[in-house]
């Protein structure tokens, strides 16, 4: 388990986490999401010991990182693929690794292959490897060690449709097997098909945190009609609030209530489902919307 309780990090007059708690729990994948800026990577760097807290405390398997007696062992850890060696084969770098952990050269191989390094890639200097392939290698890491904990930032970052797949499949896996995974990543489609929890961060603090199901249920319904006036006054007399989408309208309610409106209106759906396609995506900008940089006067992404 990862418990973060009231974390605060200040440099200077500036706070880049606020106060910041929440709990990512075994056999689970929380997705930890929020606009560049937000404070992520400097939570999840106090998080492994990499940057002194001002205040408040993150526990691993109940105790600091720093309080571990072999990290790698316990905690998987990748914040940044391009931070290794670049003079050093990936091999040489998995095997320092597994020499500061304890582990035998056996392991080395079973992590290689396990991500898909083949020999000739492996025996590479680190300079010479594509983003994707130093993704992989900094999986492998994270892995070596057999860990109960994956702290992963942006793990998906330069791979390739296959490689984002496959990723998804591990770390799936990887929960399904009873670890705990925190997982952050600005690729939402793959957050919202793989995550379990979610913890939503703007400007230093927690915005919205909670199971996914909870969270995508607050995106509403999305219905269709070829009767448009007449279900939007029906919605208008059951006091549902709508707005209007390409060529449905999206209500604030369950698809059940939806349904029992229409029906009383004698109005025909030819669609009618919960609005959690691109629920994540619209949840995210709705709730981090004072936090978006790329806008222009009117508010909209330039």
Known sequence: MIKVQSLTKKYGGFTAVDDVSFTARPGRVTGFLGPNGAGKSTTMRIMVGLTPA??????VSGRRFADLPNPGLEVGVLLDASAQHAGRTGREILTVAAQTMGLGRGRVDEMLERVSLTPSESGRRV???SLGMRQRL???TALLGDPEVLILDEPANGLDPAGIRWMRDLLRGYADQGGTVL???????EIEV???DLVVIGQGRIVAQGTKAEL???????VRTRD????ARALVDADLEFSPTTDALRVDADPDRVGQV????????TELRAADGAGLEEMFLELTADTQRDHNREGVAA
Do not use: C, K, M, Q
């Open 194 to 196: 793989i995550a379990d």
């Open 183 to 189: 997982l952050s990543s600005h690729l939402l489609h």
């Open 216 to 222: 995508l249920a607050t995106a509403g319904t999305l």
């Open 54 to 59: 001002t205040s408040g405390h993150a526990e």
């Open 127 to 129: 300079r010479n490897y």
């Open 138 to 140: 900094g999986i492998a």
């Open 262 to 269: 229409a029906l009383a209106a004698g109005v025909a759906l």
């Open 228 to 231: 448009v006036p007449t279900l």
